[in-house]
């Protein structure tokens, strides 16, 4: 595997007269939940126009002991708290809600949250029926869904998803943009308005493939596929779409009709399950830097953003304000700060705070 216990900060310049953002964490952010609610894994985390922090997180990840399904039986005073959470700048909750419904298929394994221009909020879920994104108000209400679980109809169906991952919406075309997936292997574009099918491609803007294809291997050439998953995507404030193939380490650069503009790897030499997990840009009018999410080396890298070079990285391995054990997603805000959500075992939400530049 990659490690981040070593700088990999590279002589490279940027246009904040080359200086890197440094972070601090803040141990005191989220405040504690209301109602003795309890987070399960947070398998996704978005920042709204107004600094919003929201997440999505697995009540059903909760083990029986830690306010999970059957806590009622061991007369603990805690619950999950709802499968959505909204907080405000300083981490008070603001808003709660999400879980099954009329007119809409909630996930079985929630997965992927985003806010839109409209301040629409959309969610997924990653579970081997949840082939389905659902379009909510601020408030919960349901308004779309795209896809239906457990149908599926492989990487070029134009109406069926397989296991997506993660989203966002361009504010210029109101078109939504799909990490497609855990299952299928492409990114895949609709009107975020009527669920409409826009456009779709795979790796290096080619029609996707989803034959089964070897385990990575730093050694060989690239993979022709986004890998077992595509992890993430992002649109960039100058109309590229970046997407995270997160087991063959890379980050994918796009034109918005899908035409391949670059590609970078990161961490090159990571297995298991990849560094590329992920992204999210700097808030400077030319996002000058991206930040990247790296579950397996568990760290943040920093890079620049105009060709994905490494700058340096924080965050290790642990428990600790400022470590992390399985981070996810990320997300940063108008002021430079960064907040982070975790699965599996760790199973809460960070925020680090811009400090300075070097």
């Known amino acids: 595997m990659g490690a981040c216990g070593k700088s990999a900060k590279q ?13 601090n964490v803040d141990p005191f952010w989220p405040k504690p939940l209301p109602e003795n609610w309890l987070l399960g894994q947070v398998a996704g985390i978005a920042v709204d126009k107004e600094d919003n922090i929201w997440i999505i997180h697995r009540p059903r990840s909760l083990g029986e002991n830690e306010g999970g399904p059957d806590w009622k039986s061991y007369n603990l005073p805690y619950s999950p708290a709802p499968p959505v ?14 879980g099954a419904g009329e007119g ?5 394994v929630e997965h992927g949250i985003y806010v839109d221009h409209k301040n629409n909020v959309w969610v997924g879920g990653s579970g081997a029926n949840d082939h389905q994104v659902l379009k909510f108000t601020v408030e919960g209400r349901f308004l779309l869904q795209i896809g239906k679980p457990g149908k599926t109809g492989g990487s070029n169906d134009t109406t069926l ?13 109101n078109e939504i943009y799909i990490a497609d997936g855990y299952l299928n292997k492409r990114v895949i574009v609709f009107d975020a308005s009527d669920g409409k099918y826009k456009r779709h491609w795979g790796a290096y803007g080619r029609t996707p493939d989803d034959s089964k294809q070897d385990p990575y291997d730093p050694a060989k050439p690239p993979s022709e596929q986004f890998g077992e998953v595509t992890h993430a995507i992002r649109i960039s404030n100058d109309n590229l779409v970046y997407v995270c193939d997160r087991s063959n380490n890379r980050i994918q ?23 590329a997990w992920d992204i999210d840009f700097s808030d400077d009018p030319g996002q000058t830097f991206a930040y990247l999410a790296d579950g397996t080396n568990q760290c943040v890298w920093i890079l620049q953003r105009k060709d ?11 428990r600790y304000a400022g470590q992390f054990i399985w981070i996810h997603n990320l997300a940063a805000d108008s002021k430079g700060n960064i907040y982070t959500a975790e699965v599996l075992t760790g199973k809460r939400v960070q925020k680090f705070t811009l400090t300075s530049y070097e």
Request: net charge negative.
């Open 253 to 275: 650069v796009f034109q918005k009709n899908g035409t391949f503009v670059f590609e970078e790897f990161i961490a090159r030499n990571t297995l298991a399950l990849g560094s």
């Open 85 to 98: 959470v909204a907080f405000d700048p300083e981490g008070n909750v603001l808003k709660a809600w999400g």
């Open 308 to 318: 994905l070079k490494t700058l340096e990285r924080f965050g290790s391995m642990g």
């Open 11 to 23: 002589q490279a310049t940027s246009e904040l007269t080359g200086q890197i953002p440094e972070f």
């Open 104 to 108: 809409y298929d909630w996930p079985d």
């Open 161 to 173: 998803l397989g296991r997506p991952t993660e989203y966002d919406v361009d504010p210029v075309n």
